[in-house]
């Protein structure tokens, strides 16, 4: 029933766009919710210019044609006039169907159009959500071509509903390193989907990371390398083939292999199961390098309501030696665990920051007011700021020795809550800036010894009543509201769309689970989410640790 009624929705799309959807072999995409699509992918064939078609009708279909990107958008350039140049590629706009409009002048020569924007794609595939409300307008302009009006001037770029945008468009994550070569970190971009496999080896290759990230991760391309041809070619084997420069054969194998490896796991989110590099034919002996994993430990890391802190399993808790003997003698409300649960980051019931060790010791890290729950970094740092005062940011040692971060989070006039990436290079916060709460995410920037935040790239405009947050995954941000005694979560694409659905009620915790996602209620209940069913796991917890991965 549930495909039945996407498929009834796709349909009143494709009536209102005056397009024929004709079913294709769609690419799958891993990942969470907002990753996905339930409807089957659809080429759309956009009606060309009709005969004695008005000038705000020539418009109308030309935005409609933006649907069409077969043969370099070859339907939507019917509506130009000869001569008349337009870049499809420069950027999407993504717009809401109702709240299009189309205003002729009275001599036809020109037509605005005001749109009401969602979100925008810039030409490297980078999504960027608008804020709540944003406006726009599009001039085009308009001459008699053999008696029919043609366009003579276009803004570059194409505009799609959101309802159409998905399918045409497509996620795909270009592969980076951290700065240590051991973790994969995917940035998330949007390609239409007849081109997606050229344009992701384009990006990884030839591209740059997304603004925000750049800084943060690494690439294994040199930057003088370049593809040969733009294009991703399948061998009689079925294997991928990437065309390198014959500069590509004198690089080391380290390098070769790393190469290949963020190659293979960029096509891989493309569809794409197997690649080959290779130079004027001969295929590039490399191979794929192992990569640190990000997944949770399926097991919960709790404190129960007697003061008892380890790993639920089942209906007991078990102990992690020397840790949990640390973090219940801080007397904890938020801990969080590093991956290999050799160190604990917790704020204590009288609102400080404290550090507890495998080994049994404690360290007072944080005593300002006002803290939020502290996080841990890659290194095995633990950041901590005060919630009036984002930009007084800290990262401190598990023995207490403090450094600032440069570029915290300006112009947020508060931090709700914040966490950093399972891969060490992103931290993700609940900000407030003019008065409305925010979720942002930033890279972080490494350099002789001192800790910098990227430039912040903003998730969510508005997330009313926003008040936890957690990584769910390598691309997925889950962050927890309460508005007027509803629970949310919502699940917010680092890169991408988000969906929001209802929560426990009265939930207060957010963790990310190992194949779930797990709430803490304010009566001490854990449930673990899976699907969209929540299941009652626990009773009488009093914390819900998040980790930082695991070494398993």
């Known amino acids: ?231 991703v070619t399948l061998s009689s084997g079925g294997v991928a083939q990437v065309q390198l420069p014959r500069a590509a054969l004198s690089l080391d194998r380290t390098t070769l292999d790393r190469m290949q490896t963020q190659l293979a796991r960029s096509l891989s989110s493309a569809g794409i199961s197997e690649v080959q590099m290779t130079v004027e034919g001969t295929p590039v002996t490399a191979s794929e390098v192992a990569v640190r994993v990000t997944r949770i430990d399926p097991s919960p890391a709790v404190l129960t309501s007697l003061g008892v802190f380890g790993a639920l399993s089942g209906d007991q808790v078990e102990s992690i030696p020397g840790l949990s003997d640390a973090i219940e003698s801080l007397a904890p409300t938020m801990v969080e665990l590093e991956a290999d649960r050799s160190l604990a980051a917790v704020r204590t019931q009288q609102g400080t920051v404290a550090s507890a060790l495998a080994d049994g010791r404690t360290f007072l ?44 989070w300006p112009d947020a006039s508060e931090i709700t809550a914040m966490q950093i990436s399972r891969d060490g290079t992103r931290v993700a916060a609940i900000v407030t800036v003019s008065g409305a709460r925010e979720v942002w995410v930033a890279g972080i920037l490494r350099s002789a010894g001192e800790i910098d935040l990227g430039p912040p790239h903003v998730l969510s405009f508005s997330q009313q009543g926003a008040f936890d947050i957690a990584w769910l995954d390598d691309t997925t941000i889950g962050v927890l509201s309460s508005v007027d005694g509803v629970s949310r979560l919502s699940e917010l694409s680092v890169g991408g769309r988000g969906t929001e659905a209802q929560a426990p009620e009265g939930a207060r915790t957010l963790a990310a689970g190992s194949t779930s996602v797990r709430v803490l209620d304010d009566q001490g209940r854990l449930y673990s989410r899976r699907g969209s069913s929540w299941t009652l796991v626990a009773s009488n917890i009093r914390v819900l640790a998040a980790q930082q991965g695991t070494t398993s």
């Open 1 to 231: 029933m549930r495909r039945a009624l996407a498929l009834v929705s796709l349909a009143l799309v494709l009536a209102l766009t005056a397009c024929t959807g004709l079913p294709t072999t769609g690419y799958v995409n891993p990942g969470r919710g907002p990753q996905s699509d339930d409807a089957q992918a659809f080429a759309f064939v956009p009606d060309g210019p009709q005969d004695d078609a008005s000038p705000a009708e020539i418009v109308e279909g030309f935005l409609r044609a933006g649907s069409g990107p077969a043969d370099d958008w070859a339907t939507a350039k019917l509506f130009l006039s000869p001569g008349a140049t337009w870049d499809p590629r420069a950027r999407v706009t993504i717009d809401t169907l109702a709240a299009r409009r189309a205003a002729p002048s009275a001599d036809g020569s020109v037509v605005t159009v005001s749109l009401s924007t969602v979100a925008g794609v810039d030409a490297d595939g980078a999504y960027a959500p608008a804020a709540t409300g944003s406006a726009q307008t599009l001039s085009f302009a308009l001459a008699q071509v053999d008696g029919q009006w043609r366009i003579t001037s276009a803004p570059d770029g194409v505009v799609l509903y959101e309802e159409v945008f998905p399918t045409v468009y497509q996620s795909a994550s270009i592969a980076y390193f951290d700065p240590t070569w051991s973790f994969i970190v995917p940035d998330v971009r949007w390609f239409p989907r007849a081109l997606v496999a050229s344009r992701v080896a384009t990006a990884l290759v030839d591209g740059q990371p997304s603004s925000w990230l750049s800084g943060a991760v690494r690439n294994a391309f040199p930057e003088e390398l370049s593809l040969v041809g733009r294009s």
């Open 365 to 408: 890290l944080d005593d300002r007011p006002g803290l939020i729950a502290p996080t841990i970094d890659a290194e095995g740092a633990i950041w901590s700021v005060p919630s009036a005062a984002p930009a007084q940011l800290h990262v401190i040692t598990p023995e207490g020795v403090p450094r600032d971060v440069g570029n915290a």
